[in-house]
């Protein structure tokens, strides 16, 4: 929640309300939903203010004005833009706004068209068709426009088809007999005399054996067959290798059991899959969010958005955090029913919060319910007075979700319900559990150059949004991470960035880098945010940052099985063999620093790739070097550091790219 929002000034009003006597009797259960009965006539009175729908006709009616004169000066990015901003503003409740919107719609069109867009020229002639408002004298415009893509693609059979339908379609042209005449020549004229397309392919990069996710897992469907899950009941539930895991493998691939776009970019970015968009799709009835296609607006129509359409305005509006609207979105994108079937089922653990859930023998799937409502939310841990301004947070989006309908059209704020108590108690659970669980959806963008762990960069990874991520949040923390995470969409794709031994935990990271932030700042920043101390190796020795690392030192570790010692080196000062302090074998040196010589070799090839851009080929390089380092080395050490934020950055440009990303390695 940010600092100053109106929300939490009304939460404080609000508890300040509470008599010594209820703070009392909170304290003393254990029940969610005795919490949220005991609150909600005090968290009731923080008033749900309805907000403007976003929409108008007149604002829509400027921007195709606007956009209009922008086409004919062939400013198109600006046209664009103009055009956009109607389609998202323009009301579709009468047969007016609507033809407005197909003008607006098509005239995009128009412009995508002149940018060699033909595929989203298709996709605007679809969705003008799918509003149905676009005036009959204009049909032949879209059909001549369509027809002229297929022939820049090459697609002579429904180019043909598709001339004459624009033929057909001038019936209803608002035409004298020697315009219509004009027009059917002009368009036989283009049938007979087509130029050569000069239109070429974006060129796809092929698909790598390693970018493909082999999955396999029969208890853990998102990971990879050789990924498993133990328990500790220091570490909780955590992910080790079964067998020895290469650099770069895809071991998670995982869609969120929920997933939301932040307020700053619910304008640029798919409200259901994440997706940088500028071809936005509207709502019919809020100018509050938009969709990359006609296919995400519908299936966001038919689950969470039928409900949040009215409420989500007023959830931004009052700065409440992302973790507030994914807890609502884990109701809402179900309906009332499908709780009211788990009821039983959950209510018996709602009644003792501390109990634990043992969830082997069972599919562990992210769109299981079941499984998010399992996820650790250190209970025992919570302090119970930070539980009222939760219960209080849970009664307000309780309230949102009466207010856009969800439980019924005749539902009063000013009683609660058995029903609509039990929903509000799932949604505290939620704010529990989306503390501790949640991971930021990200895409890339263009910045001034700038340095990550020491390497020049000319982009930044932005959070555009989270999810919940069931799978990925069981893997434990890292200073020193085996994996990088990025997005496609909504989904989150995990790959090692460092070999993996088996029986080896595989570590993500919650944030904190050792090669980037000290040793004291990392776990204060840990015991803030996540409520454990970290004990990783970076933690317990103290490795150096990045830039405090000697560039001429070299770690090995000793060749005896389980022998934990690990000699350091210098470059200029050779040693044949060495003796260990630990269990006294003699280790020879040579054969480490063979094995570590590969690298004159490897890494000016991958650097070379990497700087034409050849990613595939510098990304094979930089995973057989790494592999090396890791075989031949130990870290921390400069070459493995630099190596992975090369592989990081050719990783990450797989996934989301802002529209407009121009990628400069």
């Not at 700042?521 to 940052?545: D, K, M, S």
Request: glycine content about 4%; some cysteine; proline content about 4%.
């Amino acid at each position: 929640m940010t600092k100053s929002s109106h929300f939490q000034k009304y939460c404080e009003k609000a508890i300040a309300k509470l008599s010594e006597d209820d703070v009392d009797k909170f304290k003393a259960t254990t029940r969610e939903e005795e919490r949220i009965k005991l609150l909600y006539d005090v968290a009731k009175t923080i008033p749900v203010v309805p907000v403007n729908s976003g929409k108008s006709f007149d604002q829509a009616q400027e921007a195709k004005i606007n956009g209009n004169k922008f086409f004919a000066a062939k400013k198109y990015t600006e046209a664009l833009n103009e055009y956009n901003r109607g389609i998202i503003v323009c009301p579709q409740d009468t047969d007016k706004g609507r033809e407005l919107l197909t003008i607006l719609i098509s005239n995009r069109s128009a412009t995508f068209f002149e940018q060699d867009e033909f595929r989203k020229v298709f996709d605007d002639i679809d969705y003008v068709l799918a509003v149905g408002s676009y005036p009959q004298k204009l049909h032949y415009k879209i059909w001549l426009r369509k027809a002229k893509c297929y022939d820049a693609l090459n697609n002579e059979k429904y180019a043909e088809e598709t001339y004459e339908l624009a033929i057909k379609s001038l019936k209803h042209a608002e035409l004298d007999e020697k315009g219509l005449a004009k027009k059917i020549s002009e368009i036989q004229d283009l049938q007979k005399n087509k130029k050569p397309s000069s239109f070429k392919n974006h060129e796809v990069i092929p698909v790598s054996n390693s970018d493909v996710f082999t999955g396999g897992n029969k208890e853990y469907v998102a990971t990879h067959k050789n990924i498993y899950f133990d328990y500790d009941p220091l570490l909780g539930r955590f992910a080790r290798a079964v067998e020895n895991i290469e650099t770069g493998v895809i071991i998670v691939e995982e869609n969120p059991h929920c997933a939301v776009v932040s307020h700053e970019n619910t304008l640029s970015n798919c409200q259901f899959c994440c997706s940088s968009t500028k071809q936005p799709f509207a709502c019919p009835h809020c100018g509050h969010v938009v969709f990359c296609s006609l296919n995400c607006e519908r299936k966001a129509s038919m689950t969470f958005h039928r409900v949040e359409c009215k409420l989500q305005p007023i959830l931004f509006l009052s700065g409440a955090s992302i973790n507030c609207s994914m807890a609502l979105r884990m109701i809402s994108q179900k309906p009332h029913g499908f709780f009211q079937q788990k009821k039983k089922l959950l209510k018996d653990f709602l009644k003792d919060s501390c109990k634990k859930v043992p969830i082997k023998n069972q599919i562990y799937r992210s769109d299981d319910y079941v499984t998010a409502f399992f996820l650790c939310r250190n209970e025992q841990m919570r302090k119970k007075g930070e539980l009222v301004h939760y219960s209080v947070m849970a009664i307000f989006l309780l309230r949102l979700l009466k207010f856009g309908g969800y439980f019924g059209p005749t539902v009063k704020d000013d009683v609660v319900s058995e029903e609509e108590v039990f929903i509000s108690s799932l949604i505290l659970r939620h704010l529990q559990i989306l503390q501790f669980n949640s991971h930021e959806i990200s895409e890339l963008r263009n910045m001034v150059e700038g340095v990550v762990d020491g390497i020049q960069t000319s982009y930044k990874s932005e959070c555009i949004g989270a999810g919940l991520y069931p799978t990925l949040a069981l893997f434990n923390h890292s200073c020193d991470p085996s994996i990088v995470r990025y997005n496609i969409g909504n989904r989150m794709i995990v790959r090692t960035i460092k070999p993996v031994k088996a029986g080896d935990i595989v570590y993500e990271n919650y944030g904190p880098i050792y090669t980037s932030m000290d040793v004291d700042e990392r776990r204060t920043n840990l015991q803030e945010r996540y409520w454990f101390e970290c004990y990783c190796p970076p933690c317990q020795e103290e490795w150096p940052l990045f830039d405090n690392m000697d560039p001429n030192q070299i770690k090995i570790g000793c060749q005896t099985e389980n022998c934990p010692f690990e000699f350091t080196l210098y470059r200029d000062d050779f040693c044949p063999y060495m003796q260990c302090d630990y269990c006294n074998s003699v280790v020879k040196i040579f054969p480490y620093l063979k094995g570590l010589s590969q690298l004159a070799l490897l890494l000016p090839k991958a650097e070379n790739f990497y700087a034409k851009g050849e990613s595939r080929e510098a990304m094979k390089l930089f995973m057989q070097s790494l592999d090396i380092l890791y075989k031949y080395s130990k870290p921390p050490c400069p070459d493995m550091v630099k190596v992975q934020q090369r592989l990081k950055t050719l990783f990450v440009h797989l996934g989301n790219k802002q529209v407009g990303y121009v990628q400069n390695l």
